[in-house]
């Protein structure tokens, strides 16, 4: 992470932060998978799920993953792409760089 984006956590965490919340905290960016309490500053969200228990495996990524955010442009491109999620027509694009 660059630097110049390096923020300190919250004094005091949110009670809840949305599932696929993006957030950063010091020099390192994140993703909630699920709805939680955090400290970190939020940045933005993903339409994903990026947990799921019954999935084998029940995570879309791993620690150590590389992750591409690509602009959403809209509330309305935010929404398709949700449902796209929800669909299954959506298909997360994954490359593990270990």
């Not at 009670?15 to 950063?24: D, F, M």
């Not at 969200?45 to 150590?64: E, H, S």
């Not at 309305?76 to 997360?92: K, W």
Request: glycine share 10%; charged share 25%; hydrophobic share 35%.
């Amino acid at each position: 992470l660059d630097e110049r984006l390096a923020t300190p956590r919250l004094e005091s965490p949110r009670v809840e932060i949305p599932a696929g919340s993006v957030g950063i905290a010091e020099g390192q960016t994140g993703i909630y998978p699920i709805a939680s309490p955090g400290g970190w500053r939020l940045i933005g969200r993903a339409p994903l799920n990026l947990f799921d228990p019954y999935a084998d495996p029940p995570t879309v990524l791993d620690a150590g993953d590389y992750v591409r955010f690509v602009p959403i442009e809209s509330e309305s491109e935010y929404l398709e792409t949700r449902r796209q999620v929800e669909s299954g027509e959506f298909q997360v694009v994954t490359e593990t760089k270990r």
